[in-house]
């Protein structure tokens, strides 16, 4: 049994601004994303797609995140908090993101990008797709590090004990989602990527893998606070949120495989 070590959010102080680990870890999540897509530029060489329209994309992509990611915690999470404290939706440096928010943020911000740019929508995403993940597993490392969305009592070996909420042991699910969501995620959607496949082929596998890893992870997560917690058939919104993503992929998978001729 391990205890928690409650760091210190802040990793760094600079005179009157504080650095937090969670803003560290997105810093981290947009490097990735920055060189992993630079390797799959020139290994995709297309006509129009080069570091240019990559920093573009991230762009974009940020305001999708955060945008989304932060209303998607105030509205699927905890409303009454928020509402009640509503400076606090502005404080997104403290954590409490939603990945089901800033999907769909990332979901519109690309495709305002691709109307703007002329590019298929699509293949944006299958594009974008292998470069989530690692930026995904830095933000559970930072859900660690603050000590946030720990898991449900247990009495496995490598329980650990959250100070900060009681000295119950709990699954470390941060780290279990790190692994699954960031790690095996990434490899499964990155090899999978390096052949040619059809058109929104990746986009479906990336929502069956993270909609079925989040599902499975959530089993040892301590349900979210809230007005949700566990809800019918005993089952967490993390999980309600991620079934659609499961359904809507394998569609996807079968139509991509259905359409003659549409390569990535």
Known sequence: MFIHPQFDPVAIHLGPIAVHWYGLMYLLGFTLFLLLGRKRLRALNRPG??????DDLLFYGVL?????????????????YYFSHPLKIFAVWEGGM?????????????????????????????FIAPLVPLGLGAGRIGNFINGELWGRPTDVPWAMIFPQVDNVPRHPSQLYEFALEGLALFTLLWLYS??????????????????????????TRNPDDGIFGLMTFGVSMGQWLGLPMVLAGIA??????RQPGRER
């Open 194 to 219: 390096k052949k040619p496949r059809p058109t929104g082929a990746v986009s479906g596998l990336f929502l069956i893998g993270y909609g079925s890893f989040r599902f499975l992870a959530e089993f």
């Open 252 to 257: 996807m998978m079968v139509w991509a495989y």
């Open 49 to 54: 797609w080069d570091a240019k329209m990559l």
């Open 64 to 80: 999708g995140v955060v945008l989304g990611g932060r209303l998607g915690e105030v509205l699927f999470y905890e409303p009454g």
């Open 98 to 126: 939603s990945f089901h928010g800033g999907f769909i943020g990332v979901m519109l911000a690309m495709a305002w990008f691709a109307r703007k740019q002329k590019f298929h929508w699509l293949q944006l995403m299958d």
